[in-house]
């Protein structure tokens, strides 16, 4: 199981399929004269020398400036890096996730006026931005990558059975319904029967890598507002998401995680963000596969109706109480500028580096291009997978109240009882940070 790629990390090992993830990279201090050359000339090869010029600009004694830039993987990462910062000894600059910016709200540094104006920022980068990277006002942090959520299609199982890639989610359903195999004598799936060949993941909250984003991404198109989730819509979204296991009985609780379910061939549609990609490649290199924008609700363009999709994204942020803000905030317009992403892109060392967080930046090859196509109307929220942000870290705290209401609905209580319960728990997670609503009567 690899971890999203880290461009200031270009040494770490990537994790395993089963086991925990690696420990976190050792702190990183670039010095900014001479400088930059040595930081860039280690992922960004010769461009380093323009960001020398800019910096030193920012000194007047024209001494060299030293920054500590720490990146993240796992959940002790991000509390040491609270740790760090909340008794002054936190790095100059720092990796979070996206979803983490109202754990940090009192250490991030807002975005300076002269590096990237608001305006600017916006039209820099995609519009999750907005709701995302912005505290009192300010934009607080910058993407150097875009992730989400992609389809990915086992083209030989769906070939064999003779489906196309579904286009929406009652689609999705119909196709995975005709793909799955089970041990009864005709093949057909029952309860009880021991799934061979699941048409897709869905339905679960133990063992589908990613169920967090798939679900949050039904309740956002369906118009759910997941601060505080109510109605019809939410109940909606819980019972299509666990027909899979309840009704149609073609995924369950037995089955392998579904990224290995899906790289050995016994999973057909596996929804996933780009950097699987990896993972799926290293488990079985033959797999035939190919990548494909989500499914979406029927839409109405008429009635300007949009799709929606998925952001899950690792941004960069300033320590408000760096001495070095400054010159920090510099580094990191020079590495977000469109010269540094693509020579960080093309120097990952891999078949394709980080989706480019740049909406001038355009990628059509066959893994990327479906995340781009979508980030444009992709949304974010407080819950994501694999943000490894610890026990007491918004997503996981989150996860576990989205989690319960899955597993109630899939033990029999109603979709209604399980959407009130889970309202009531994001409300009490929200409110630690200022961000709840007020619950539905």
């Known amino acids: 199981m690899d971890l999203p790629p880290q461009p200031l990390a270009p040494n770490v090992a990537p994790q395993s399929a089963v086991g925990p993830p690696p420990p976190p990279p050792p702190p990183k201090k670039f010095p900014l004269t001479g400088i930059i050359i040595a930081v860039v000339v280690l992922i960004i090869l010769a461009v380093g020398v323009f960001a020398a010029k800019s910096i030193l600009s920012l000194n007047k004694k024209n001494q060299p400036v030293e920054l500590t830039y720490w990146g993240l993987w796992e959940s002790e990462s991000r509390e040491r890096l609270q740790t760090a910062l909340a008794g002054g000894r936190g790095p100059d600059i720092f990796r979070l996730h996206s979803s983490w910016v109202p754990m940090f709200k009192n250490d991030l540094s807002p975005i300076p006026p002269t590096v990237y104006s608001a305006s600017e920022f916006e039209s820099t980068f995609y519009p999750t931005v907005k709701s995302d990277l912005r505290l009192s006002g300010n934009y607080v942090a910058v993407p150097l990558e875009i992730d989400g959520l992609a389809m990915f299609v086992n083209d030989d199982l769906l070939a064999a059975s003779g489906q196309s890639v579904p286009a929406t989610w009652e689609d999705l359903r119909s196709v995975a319904k005709a793909v799955s195999v089970c041990d009864s004598e005709d093949g057909t799936c029952s309860s009880g029967d021991r799934i061979l060949v699941s048409g897709t993941a869905l339905g679960t909250a133990d063992n589908i890598d990613h169920w967090q984003d798939i679900l949050a991404t039904l309740m956002l198109q369906n118009n759910v507002n997941l601060n505080a989730p109510a109605g019809q819509s939410a109940e909606d979204v819980l019972s299509y998401f666990t027909v899979f296991s309840r009704t149609d ?34 488990i079985n290199p033959k797999l035939k596969f190919s990548v494909h924008p989500v499914p979406q609700l029927p839409l109405d363009p008429a009635r300007g109706e949009k799709p929606v999709t998925w952001a899950s994204y690792w941004v960069e942020g300033v320590n408000k109480k760096s001495p070095n803000a ?26 394709f580096g980080e989706p480019y967080s740049r909406r001038d930046m355009t990628d059509t090859s066959e893994f990327v ?49 399980a959407v009130k319960t889970l309202s009531s728990g994001i409300n009490q997670v929200l409110s630690q940070y200022g961000l709840a609503s007020p619950i539905a009567p």
């Not at 089955?255 to 490649?281: M, V």
């Not at 407080?382 to 996981?396: A, E, K, V």
């Open 369 to 417: 291009g479906p995340y781009l196509s979508q980030a444009q109307y992709a949304r974010s929220w407080y819950i994501g997978s694999f943000t490894f942000d610890g026990p007491t870290g918004i997503n996981t705290r989150l996860s576990a109240h989205f989690a319960d209401a899955v597993n109630s609905v899939n033990q029999g209580r109603s979709p209604a009882e």
């Open 249 to 282: 009985h073609i995924w369950d609780s037995t089955l392998p995680p579904s990224t290995q379910a899906f790289a050995e061939g016994k999973l057909a549609i596996y929804f996933a963000p780009s950097w699987r990609i990896f993972d799926l490649q290293a």
């Open 326 to 351: 400054p010159a920090a905030w510099e580094f990191l317009k020079f590495l977000s500028s469109a010269d540094s992403l693509r020579k960080l892109y093309a120097s990952s060392g891999r078949i």
